[in-house]
């Protein structure tokens, strides 16, 4: 059964720094990886998709990358900003479904 | 404006009731799906869908039953035997299902609190 863990829970850093969001999964034998945002009480923003066949993403200030063989994806902003606070969520597709990771908390303070 | 809708925002019921949350999509995708969202935990699947009349248990479907009859609407009933069924359900789509590798976008969610 697929596992998606993200490390790490949770992360405090002062605006304008760049950072790193790691996600892992257990079984390489995915379709895609997307990257949500989600905001407290809020449903979840799809921020980036990467097909199992791509080896990264760009979006404005965001780049995701994938290795698939080794089970790996991370998410990279630049230039954080306080407006970048939130939870953000790491999923891999299978056959039809979506599995989820538990999430990185992001606060980043003015 | 396309996207997917699901209302109330809040629901509030009583222990041993019955409850239908609703969920609406206009985005003309085949396939919709619907998450259960707890503290400290990931997203667990319940239900999905692939094409009208047709659906499929997911990781977490005791207690709770669905229907699709229509292509933009998939609500999803929280039976009385669904042991813990305070929580935040989110409602998804895409536009295939399968080995499909779309994009999945997300409804505002529904917060259920049974007492």
């Known amino acids: 059964k697929q596992e998606v863990t993200q490390i790490p829970a949770a992360l405090s850093v002062p605006e304008g720094e760049n950072l790193v969001l790691n996600c892992s999964f257990t079984d390489s034998a995915i379709y895609n990886l997307q990257w949500f945002r989600q905001d407290p009480g809020k449903g979840l923003t799809s921020l980036l998709l990467i097909q199992s066949s791509q080896r990264e993403q760009t979006s404005g200030r965001l780049n995701a990358s994938l290795d698939k063989s080794s089970g790996r994806s991370t998410l990279y902003i630049a230039a954080s900003q306080p407006g970048d606070s939130a939870t953000y969520l790491c999923a891999v597709r299978g056959y039809s479904t979506l599995t989820f990771g538990k999430g990185t908390m992001l606060l980043v303070s003015p | 404006d396309g996207g997917i809708t699901q209302s109330p925002k809040y629901l509030f019921r009583k222990e041993g009731q019955n409850v239908t949350l609703s969920c609406e999509q206009n985005?003309?995708?085949?396939?919709m799906y619907w998450y259960r969202q707890d503290p400290g935990q990931g997203l667990r699947l319940i239900y999905y869908?692939?094409?009208?009349?047709?659906?499929q248990k997911g990781d977490i479907a005791e207690g709770y039953s669905v229907s699709r009859e229509k292509k933009e609407s998939f609500p999803l009933t929280v039976t009385s035997a669904q042991k813990n069924p305070t929580a935040f359900y989110l409602c998804?789509?895409?536009?295939?299902?399968?080995?499909?590798?779309?994009?999945?976008?997300f409804g505002p969610g529904t917060r259920l609190t049974v007492t």
């Open positions: 998804a789509s895409s536009i295939g299902g399968g080995r499909s590798s779309y994009e999945q976008y």
């Open positions: 869908s692939q094409i009208v009349n047709d659906f």
């Open positions: 985005l003309n995708h085949d396939a």
